[in-house]
């Protein structure tokens, strides 16, 4: 019996423990748009390429664990049993004392290197199947720079950039596949994009390019954030990755596409004025308008996201409202400043970014 049928056999079994147990979180994928924030997406439920080759290893992984700790605290429990006092007259003799006994010394040290050593070949084999996955001329191509802490996406070959959320296609119909390839960047310190779901981790180092890729086999929402600690907002650094049928994602890239039209409505025309007139523009860009900052996410397309703050609320207008008056009151130590507006100008703020879409 090789690994790979003794993976097999090892995952069969635990999805059985599991499936008794009841364990199974519900699945994540749920059609868009999405209300769940920060539900944590069940690792046991994979919906793509990478995640689907790394299940197998998991469950080999947590078996073998599982062994482990169920030999040792065994035997822990039977020896404290076994030599416990019975009562307080009980003589305390000591149990055979071995020293040096070859056998024993080699048999604790060969089995965990046994152990060790398959499960270094079967993950192996995986990260050598992951990464070495051909990708088909039309794989979809993105750029994601970690922040602390949000989310870049660049499409280069589309021309479209965003944040936070990324648009990716399915498989058509007739079996094509379509998968993304994705780059990973940081501009400051070392993040990790985990979508468990779609892919297994990989990290976004600075002044190092990573990759990684996703095929997400139906359309859904799926979960992920940053899994290396990386500052006080880590864990408001959140992200989702929206499969969508080919026909849905090219009805996106149109819409993203197309360049922001200028409000008609006053508050919204007012808001527009505030928003070149205040610093906005030093930090944000809105492509063909003179806000050209890149140091926070592109608000091109801003009112076409689910979410606000890289996942911290749901976007509306309540929430905006509260993030211009103090983007601290949602994400304390986030990197927009207070910047200290009247409630005439977020109103018309609101006004103007509502009409980004
Ligand atoms: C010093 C730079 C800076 C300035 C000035 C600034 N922002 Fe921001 N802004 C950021 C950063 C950084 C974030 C991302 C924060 C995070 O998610 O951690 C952000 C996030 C946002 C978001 C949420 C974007 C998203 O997709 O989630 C909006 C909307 C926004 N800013 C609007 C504004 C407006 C309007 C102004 C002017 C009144 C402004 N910002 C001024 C840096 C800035
Ligand atoms: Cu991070």
């Not at 000591?94 to 604790?108: D, F, T, V």
């Not at 929206?242 to 197309?258: N, Y």
């Not at 527009?272 to 063909?288: D, G, M, P, Q, T």
């Not at 926070?296 to 929430?319: H, I, M, N, Y």
Request: glycine share 6%.
């Amino acid at each position: 019996m090789d690994c790979l049928q003794a993976s097999h056999l090892c995952g069969s079994f635990l999805r059985l423990i599991l499936a008794v147990g009841a364990w199974g979180l519900p699945a994540q994928a749920v059609s868009p748009p999405s209300p769940a924030l920060t539900k944590v997406a069940n690792i046991f439920n994979p919906h793509s390429g990478p995640a689907e080759l790394i299940l197998e290893p998991t469950y080999l992984v947590l078996l073998v664990s599982l062994g482990i700790f169920l030999i040792v605290t065994g035997l822990l429990v039977y020896i404290v049993i076994k030599f416990r006092q019975r009562s307080p007259e009980d003589p305390l003799t000591e149990p055979p004392q071995i020293y040096g006994s070859y056998n024993i010394e080699l048999a604790w040290t060969v089995i965990p290197c046994l152990v060790v050593f398959v499960l270094v070949l079967v993950s192996a084999r995986t990260i050598v199947e992951i990464q070495d996955a051909p990708m088909p001329e039309n794989a979809l191509k993105i750029r994601v720079v970690g922040h602390q802490w949000w989310w870049e996406v660049h499409y280069p070959d589309l021309g479209i950039v965003t944040a936070n959320e990324i648009h990716v296609p399915t498989g058509s119909e007739d079996g094509t596949r379509r998968p993304t390839h994705i780059t990973l960047e940081s501009a400051d310190v070392i993040h990790s994009f985990w979508v468990p779901q779609l892919a297994g981790k990989t990290d976004l180092v600075p002044n190092r390019i990573n990759h990684t890729w996703i095929e997400p086999v139906s359309p859904g929402v799926f979960l992920g954030n940053c899994a290396e600690y990386c500052g006080t907002q880590h864990a408001n650094m959140l992200l989702r990755v929206i499969a969508q049928s080919p026909e849905d994602f090219a009805q996106w890239v149109v819409t993203q596409q197309k360049a922001p039209s200028i409000p008609t409505e006053p508050l919204a025309t007012q808001g527009r004025r505030n928003f070149y007139a205040l610093s906005c523009v030093n930090c944000h860009k809105i492509e063909s308008t003179p806000a050209e900052g890149v140091f926070g996410p592109d608000l091109t397309k801003f009112a076409t996201r689910q979410t606000l703050g890289s996942g911290v609320a749901p976007r509306t207008p309540e929430t905006l409202r509260a993030w211009l008056a103090n983007p601290a009151s949602l994400k304390p130590g986030c990197y927009m400043p207070d910047m200290q507006l009247s409630p005439q100008q977020i109103d018309a703020l609101v006004a103007y970014l509502e009409t980004l879409n």
